[in-house]
């Protein structure tokens, strides 16, 4: 029996007890994740990304509900072990030397530990270890090859890639759709998964992305600090004359006109350490977590694959 029909099995109808303790658990998880993406200036919005990238692909395989949404929730997961890498690493402008690029390499199973103990670990499991493996076994951590990548990973692995290769990176500028779709196609078969690239291109030349690609929230644009590059973060309930400050260089800005369209402008000010503190969006985490977690409630129905 999965965990999830264990859960099921033991939920309570009536007093909603385990509707509200499974909300808790996923909560937790991916406020976790939130704030380990809060180290890294240059992501903003990228587990929000990975994760819906991930549910469309996943629907698109014709996965059940309860399989989508744990690999949903596998995407928001699967960059937890950058928690110990340092900040000079993630934040470096030029290439990774051998050193630097081992220590990345350990962010998988660095978050493999994190999650060990938590009572959701086996859903994630192997999004957060195996995102970074390849069919042809070339890899990281363990060399997985072919059939021996779990579906999850090899969803994600595309979908985590394609964000990083469409987001701003201290190294270069975001690339154009078209580019970005051919380096999965010329990665097909060898690192990527050839049936799920075909899947995946097709919807982003369908225009599937674009309420994504390029947001950090449904409707909400990424904005880069002008000044030095990283993403700074604008909350979904963003109103005219908020405050948003630059993660690298502490630059205030402010919401100016229509927020879902997105302007900020700078104040000349620079943000002090509480305004600076990673604060984390609840109302993204109340909306993830809500779609998530519905297909594993009570009473929930579950579609024939």
Same mark, same amino acid.
Request: aromatic content about 6%; hydrophobic content about 40%.
């Given at each position: 029996?999965?965990?999830?029909?264990?859960?099921?099995?033991? #939920?309570?109808?009536?007093?909603?007890?385990?509707?509200?303790?499974? *909300?808790?658990?996923?909560?937790?998880?991916?406020?976790?994740?939130?704030?380990?993406?809060?180290? &890294?200036?240059?992501?903003?919005? +990228?587990?929000?990304?990975?994760?819906?990238?991930?549910?469309?692909? #996943?629907? #698109?395989?014709?996965?059940?509900?309860?399989?989508?949404?744990?690999?949903?929730?596998?995407? %928001?997961? +699967? =960059?937890?072990?950058?928690?110990?890498?340092?900040?000079?690493?993630?934040?470096?402008?030029?290439?990774?030397?051998?050193?630097?690029?081992?220590?990345?390499?350990? !962010?998988?199973?660095?978050?493999?530990?994190?999650?060990?103990? !938590?009572?959701?670990?086996?859903?994630?499991? @192997?999004?957060?270890?195996?995102?970074?493996?390849?069919? =042809?076994?070339?890899?990281?951590?363990?060399?997985?090859?072919? @059939?021996?990548?779990?579906?999850?990973?090899?969803?994600?692995?595309?979908?985590?890639? %394609?964000?990083?290769?469409?987001?701003?990176?201290?190294?270069?500028?975001?690339? *154009?759709?078209?580019?970005?779709?051919?380096?999965?196609?010329?990665?097909?078969?060898?690192?990527?998964?050839?049936?799920?690239?075909?899947? /995946?291109?097709?919807?982003?030349?369908?225009?599937? %992305?674009?309420?994504?690609?390029? +947001?950090? !929230? =449904?409707?909400?644009?990424? +904005?880069?600090?002008?000044?030095?590059?990283?993403?700074?973060?604008? !909350?979904?309930?963003?109103?005219?004359?908020?405050?948003?400050?630059?993660?690298?260089?502490? *630059?205030?800005?402010?919401?100016?006109? &229509?927020?879902?369209?997105?302007?900020?402008?700078?104040?000349?000010?620079?943000?002090?350490? =509480?305004?600076?503190?990673?604060?984390?969006?609840?109302?993204?985490?109340?909306? #993830?977590?809500?779609?998530?977690?519905?297909? /594993?409630?009570?009473?929930?129905?579950?579609?024939?694959?």
């Amino acid at each position: 029996m999965s965990i999830w029909s264990s859960w099921k099995k033991r #939920a309570n109808p009536v007093d909603g007890v385990e509707e509200r303790h499974t *909300q808790a658990l996923m909560t937790s998880l991916v406020v976790m994740a939130w704030l380990v993406e809060a180290k &890294d200036p240059y992501t903003g919005g +990228h587990l929000w990304r990975v994760s819906r990238y991930a549910n469309l692909l #996943a629907s #698109a395989v014709g996965l059940d509900r309860s399989e989508i949404a744990r690999i949903t929730l596998g995407g %928001f997961l +699967h =960059d937890l072990g950058k928690i110990g890498t340092p900040d000079a690493i993630l934040r470096k402008p030029d290439r990774l030397s051998e050193e630097e690029f081992a220590i990345i390499k350990t !962010h998988p199973i660095v978050g493999l530990r994190m999650v060990a103990a !938590h009572p959701f670990a086996s859903l994630v499991e @192997s999004a957060i270890a195996s995102h970074h493996e390849r069919p =042809d076994g070339k890899g990281y951590p363990q060399g997985l090859k072919g @059939s021996a990548l779990p579906l999850d990973a090899r969803i994600i692995g595309i979908c985590d890639t %394609f964000d990083a290769l469409t987001s701003a990176r201290p190294y270069r500028s975001p690339m *154009q759709l078209e580019r970005a779709l051919g380096i999965l196609e010329e990665g097909s078969g060898t690192q990527f998964d050839e049936k799920l690239v075909l899947l /995946f291109v097709g919807m982003g030349r369908a225009g599937r %992305f674009e309420s994504i690609r390029g +947001h950090s !929230h =449904d409707g909400i644009p990424m +904005h880069e600090c002008p000044a030095c590059g990283p993403i700074i973060a604008v !909350h979904c309930d963003v109103k005219i004359g908020d405050l948003a400050y630059c993660p690298n260089c502490t *630059q205030e800005f402010a919401v100016v006109g &229509d927020p879902r369209i997105g302007s900020l402008t700078p104040t000349g000010n620079l943000g002090v350490a =509480d305004q600076l503190a990673a604060k984390v969006d609840m109302r993204l985490v109340r909306e #993830a977590v809500t779609s998530m977690a519905l297909p /594993f409630l009570p009473g929930a129905t579950q579609p024939n694959r």
